[in-house]
């Protein structure tokens, strides 16, 4: 019976993708790859084309990255529906998401709308932050610390607790509110035992341990932040 | 310049290794194989035994699983030693952890004894919180919500405290407090967006979504549990 493949393919290089994960890619007949602008690259897909065999489907699909909601509910309905009747067909189908598709992913919403349908397997990636950590040679949690990831957009006194409170922290998103969390971390007095790390396995990666002579320009919206308290650079 | 690998290699499927990983695999002389009993089997070699060389050097080395901190100190401090030695002498060693290196991994205390004095490379795994999210279809983490990873062993108060106001959790290590914690996930009604899972991708894995009939005999060291509120089995 044909499955829908839903692959994590980790951050950047292609060689964090799963043997699990290049075993899919090379069964699938069909490879939905979702692109944020239209006509516009998918880094997902990017990643994994080494993988791909010479005759195989590629359907691209505009995923809108503005807010309204309709018009995100249609594109996700769209692609599952596409999806299904793919699979029903008797196509193995491939969906390539960026880090892990149970973490932060729009796979989820696929996943929602098309569970009990379809067969479908998931295969896990790494993520930024598993990325980073091994990356940047910075232990996440030990012993029986909580390890708390946590998108910089949870807004400032939230994000203050846990920073205050908790030894081992992933912030993700560190984009808006930059200076923000920084300056929390500079009050927790916590720069030594933290890492700044934008555009993670990318050409254009920057890693800040010193908080003092951060180049603005190098924040995107893919700048992660590790804090571990047990640990210093 | 030679190289010292921690490679993480997921918790069973040896088709979880990443290539990454598979690749460092290949390129290393001696492979350190943490055992937990003397001449006991590890689980980290068994699932990278067929990418290894044949010709490959395997030092295994007995790790103490009591809790006798001069003991555990000791093992350490000579396991490093050796590796520094082989490495300095021109060797590519490796060393291979269950999940991934940098979370809940005693590699890491390798790696605090091994920095600034050998190149290190460390290579990412799927954590076994991933691994179960993937396998059981089970998103983990959406939106603005942070992802809470705790040890059960962290105390009652504090873990019903956690369980009471995040919204997507992983317990691991549910084992000695299984009746405690699945008391508490009763209590705040979320048996419908909980899983139970022990020994995550081996062969007596077992997974619960129906708590009412758990066999205790199934719950291992390596039972996880997965919490999201905003996800329904």
Not at 117 to 134: H, R, V
Not at 139 to 161: D, F, Q, R
Request: with cysteine; charged share 30%.
């Amino acid at each position: 019976m044909a499955v829908f493949y839903g692959i994590g393919v980790g951050v950047g290089d292609s060689k964090a993708v799963t043997m699990k994960g290049v075993e899919a890619l090379g069964k699938i007949d069909i490879l939905y790859v979702p692109t944020a602008k239209k006509e516009g690259k998918s880094v997902a897909h990017n990643i994994v084309k080494d993988y791909l065999k010479s005759n195989l489907e590629i359907k691209e699909r505009h995923f809108p990255m503005n807010y309204n909601q309709d018009e995100l509910n249609e594109a996700w309905d769209s692609i599952a529906n596409d999806i299904e009747n793919d699979v029903r067909e008797g196509k193995n189908v491939g969906f390539v998401t960026i880090g892990d598709p149970m973490v932060y992913s729009t796979y989820i919403y696929l996943l929602k709308l098309l569970k009990n349908k379809i067969n479908i397997e998931t295969i896990p990636g790494i993520t930024s932050f598993l990325d980073i950590a091994s990356s940047e040679n910075f232990p996440l949690v030990e012993g029986e610390n909580p390890l708390i990831v946590v998108p910089a957009t949870i807004g400032t006194e939230k994000l203050k607790k846990y920073i205050k409170e908790e030894v081992s922290l992933v912030i993700m998103k560190v984009y808006k509110n930059f200076h923000e969390v920084i300056d929390i971390i500079k009050e927790e007095k916590l720069e030594k035992c933290s890492i700044v790390v934008s555009n993670s396995s990318k050409e254009d990666k920057k890693v800040y341990t010193d908080f003092e002579n951060i180049d603005e320009k190098d924040i995107s919206y893919f700048t992660t932040i590790l804090i571990n308290k047990g640990w210093e650079n």
